[in-house]
Each structure stands twice: as structure tokens, then as C-alpha cells.
């Protein structure tokens, strides 16, 4: 009987934390051209495994994870640069246009970004 790799035992809570601590600790939702092999890569598995594990654990797929994290990240530009225009927001929370970024940020937030900041603002 030959012994199995690993990384196929992990547990599901053990690979979701170490995904979690890559894309936080790397910052990697900033790329706007994230792929899910990119992570598979970094954390030394496969994509299948990344993903599976995402949608077993936070019922999204690996992009509506990612936005998430690009959705708060805007969130905190906007709240501590409220002079910056949104286009910059955009580019510097990792998405690649705004037409995507709009759509994202209300899909997430249940807000735009300019209705999301005057519910913040009072």
C-alpha cells in the first residue's frame, strides 16, 4: 500500500488557514491578475484542492473570496483617504477596471462605494 502525499491529509480547516494567512500576510488580492493557481503554487498544492476547499468552507468561489478581501481593502482607503478619487481606490484595492469594481463593491457591500460612505458618514 503506498503512503499518500501529505498535503492530500491536510484538513480542510488547516489549508483554508493557510490560504487565509497568504493572501493576508502577501497582500495578494492586490493583484489585480490573481489566479487561483498562484495561490495552489505558493502554498505548494494544486488549484482543485484551493478551490474545492474555499467553496467547502466559505461557500464562494476562489474570485467572490478574493473580491471580499479587494471590497474591505477599498472600504479602509475610502475611510482613510477620503480625498482619493475612486479610480485610485479601484487600482489600489487590486480590481482592473471600474466597471468591475462598482459591480463587486455593491455586490459585497450591499452598497456603491459613495452610498456605502454616507451610511458610514452619517
Known sequence: ?????PKSQESEDELMKRICQLIEN???YLRTRLKVSDVAAALETNSTYVTDCINSKRGCSFSQFINEYRVNHAKQLMVDNPEMKMVTVCTESGFSNETSFFRTFKQ???YTPREWLQLRNG
Open 26 to 28: 502577501e497582500r495578494l
Open 1 to 5: 500500500m503506498k503512503s499518500q502525499d
Open 108 to 110: 459585497v457591500a450591499g
